[in-house]
């Protein structure tokens, strides 16, 4: 039986918000989709809230994933703790709120969802996200395991997606936005795309208006950042997994870049 994971790229601000809300359910229905994974980390620009994530999960997502921004919003953190289907990346220090990865019921069984967030480029230290997904894969007997990277380096998404290749059923890297064409079945079957790609305002940077990234980049002064208008766009990725191998048979881009998808 073929058991089919869609993984949503990052879901910035209220437009994203509401194209999540759109169009969920009806790239869930065109699929075939069993179970949807999104990153939520942007929903707020730099966090997500309480509410953000209900509306996310009432959506249809069965995991939100977070990354960098994870705890920008504080008013997250006792809702982590509460709430199972949140993952923050597992690597942050075990003293932070919330779990890194879970254990989640499906059609065919348990299936396990992990987030894990890189460390070149960042600016940060977590720990070592190689040796991190050792250890939780040493104790986890899930059959189908899905990963989310959460990086600046498109080398250490690749590096991971290899490092996991015949260990697990897929990988994919969340965080820069910008979609990759890489989506493909490594050697040894597991799933793989360096990037998702983002929910959001599609004629922008990142989400944001452009003209406010280029001030940025030409050293002007600027202002808080706002979303950019107009039309809206949903980044995902569908992997179709051999539920009684836990391979991947195949990984294919099913964006959405109009506004004319049906409503729920």
Request: net charge negative; glycine share 10%.
């Amino acid at each position: 039986m073929d058991f089919k994971v869609l993984a949503v790229g990052d879901v910035v601000g209220e437009p994203g918000l509401a194209r999540i809300e759109r169009s969920l359910r009806y790239l869930k229905r065109k699929t075939g989709a069993d179970f949807l994974v999104v990153n939520g980390e942007n929903a707020s620009g730099v966090g997500l809230t309480p509410d953000q994530a209900e509306r996310i999960l009432d959506a249809g997502a069965d995991v939100i994933t977070l990354g960098n921004h994870s705890f920008n919003r504080r008013e997250i953190c006792a809702y982590l703790d509460d709430c199972p289907q949140i993952l923050r990346p597992a690597n942050y220090a075990p003293q932070m709120p919330g779990r890194g990865y879970g254990v989640f019921d499906s059609k065919i069984g348990p299936v396990a969802v992990v987030d894990l967030i890189g460390r070149c480029g960042m600016d940060f230290g977590p720990d070592n996200p190689f040796l991190m997904i050792d250890k939780i894969l040493d104790k986890c007997d899930a059959k189908i395991v899905l990963v989310e990277i959460h990086a600046e380096a498109t080398s250490e998404k690749l590096a991971m997606g290899h490092m996991l290749d015949g260990r697990v059923a897929a990988v994919w890297g969340t965080h820069t936005h910008v979609p990759t064409a890489d989506a493909q079945v490594l050697p040894k079957g597991t799933g793989y795309v360096t990037d998702l790609g983002m929910t959001g305002p599609k004629n922008s940077i990142l989400g944001v208006r452009p003209q406010q990234s280029i001030q940025k980049f030409r050293g002007d002064l600027t202002s808080r950042y706002q979303w950019a208008d107009g039309p809206t766009k949903l980044e995902a990725v569908l992997f179709t997994i051999d539920s009684a191998t836990g391979r991947c048979r195949s990984a294919e881009r099913v964006d959405i870049h109009d506004e004319d998808t049906p409503r729920r």
